[in-house]
């Protein structure tokens, strides 16, 4: 059985509308997802254009020609659009409108207006040039590693690929020239194809992204903006594990803001959480990018540093705790007398996973509080027998 053009257009259309509704549906659930509705428009958009293409002969030529493809334009402005709020950025408005203003300067020249050829050259020319800019938008920001990424980015290349194949098709609607079954056939399922993948690449992009804001924020300390326990935990034995089996040095630096009890209650627990965030500043600064820096209790914080030693990292904690004694004494809890110790533990035979480094960190730890408080200290070989007894005695 062969299909004409027109049939063909009227089952793209419904499916355009399909993945409308799915895409608006899934945005009236959470309205605070613009990109979701505005991808949901864009569908929207382009099936009432599909449509009035399809009524060609039946409508005006004004309808099925000028204003249909002025809204294909406007729908394919609105897939930018739409990839550039779904990347935080701002969405360009009159960019946006920009190929449906060009479309409509065309059709004022009575030449372009009556070669068919030439408007359906402008009209691919103006939906590859907004499709490759939506690919662009999601490409620049493939850091964040969605899996929906790439997909859409194919998607949206191979319609822009496809976009010069509808050119020959312009006579089919007025029955001037021989049906082109195969190119119709192929331009269908391409239509298709884009509608159906498109949203739900385009839906599975915006829940990829919710689910890891969601795991993000369930990671971060809400006062100090770095890593929490859970985080540090199950980054921590990732690390400290793959560090082993490649046989890399790891070093862990657990510190401990001395008589911070002292300071919420003299001061106030507000003086306390800007005791907390400073710290949290000044270690940040003093670490490598890459160093894995939590908070794992309510004054203790931890550090894993990769392919750092003992002297190395007793450096870094003395630089630590050199910068925040220094920042305490000039920014505004100046008087609250707030240091640091730090307990520092290296990867050994003994000390190959992240709780065995915790425990010998946590002794060094309490060695540093039983020396007077604000330094660092290092577990001594053969004292975890001995510190084990004197935290029991404590």
Request: charge should be neutral; include cysteine; proline fraction near 3%.
């Amino acid at each position: 059985m062969e299909i004409g053009l027109p049939a063909a257009i009227v089952i793209a259309g419904f499916t355009f509308a399909a993945a409308a509704t799915l895409l608006l549906l899934s945005w009236f659930q959470r309205r605070d997802l613009e990109a979701l509705g505005v991808w949901g428009f864009a569908f929207a958009v382009g099936a009432i254009a599909v449509a009035l293409v399809a009524a060609r002969g039946h409508i005006p030529d004004v309808l099925s020609i000028i204003f249909a493809n002025t809204l294909l334009a406007l729908a394919y402005g609105m897939m930018w659009s739409g990839a550039r709020l779904f990347e935080g950025r701002q969405a360009f408005v009159v960019e946006s409108m920009l190929g449906a203003l060009v479309w409509l300067i065309a059709m004022l020249i009575p030449s372009l207006y009556g070669w068919p050829e030439a408007r359906a050259s402008i009209m691919a020319t103006i939906g590859i040039s907004y499709t490759l800019l939506t690919a662009w938008e999601l490409w620049r920001a493939r850091a964040d590693k969605l899996h929906s990424r790439w997909p859409a980015i194919a998607l949206l290349l191979m319609h822009a690929a496809a976009l010069p194949t509808r050119i020959p098709l312009v006579g089919e609607l007025a029955g001037t020239r021989p049906t082109h079954t195969g190119l119709i056939v192929f331009v269908l399922l391409e239509s298709i194809l884009l509608a159906v993948a498109g949203a739900y690449l385009f839906g599975s992009l915006v829940r990829e992204r919710i689910a890891a804001l969601y795991e993000h924020a369930a990671s971060i300390d809400p006062l100090t903006g770095v890593a929490n326990r859970r985080a540090f935990l199950h980054q921590g034995a990732r690390l400290v594990q793959r560090a082993a089996t490649e046989g890399r040095r790891v070093s862990l630096l657990l510190f401990d803001l001395d008589r911070f009890k002292s300071i919420n209650d003299e001061y106030g627990h507000a003086a306390g959480d800007s005791v907390l965030r400073s710290f949290c500043a000044v270690a940040t600064s003093q670490l490598r990018p890459g160093d894995l820096f939590a908070r794992i209790g309510g004054e203790e914080f931890a550090c894993l540093l990769v392919d750092v030693g003992a002297k190395d990292a007793r450096i870094i904690a003395e630089r630590v705790r050199f910068a925040f004694e220094a920042e305490v004494q000039q920014g505004s809890e100046k008087g609250f007398g707030a240091t640091v110790s730090a307990g520092l533990a290296v990867s050994a035979a003994e000390y190959s996973d992240l709780p065995s480094l915790l425990i010998s960190a946590d002794r060094a730890l309490y060695l540093a509080k039983k020396a007077g408080r604000n330094r660092v200290a290092e577990e001594e070989p053969g004292r975890a027998g001995a510190a084990d007894a004197d935290i029991k005695s404590a």
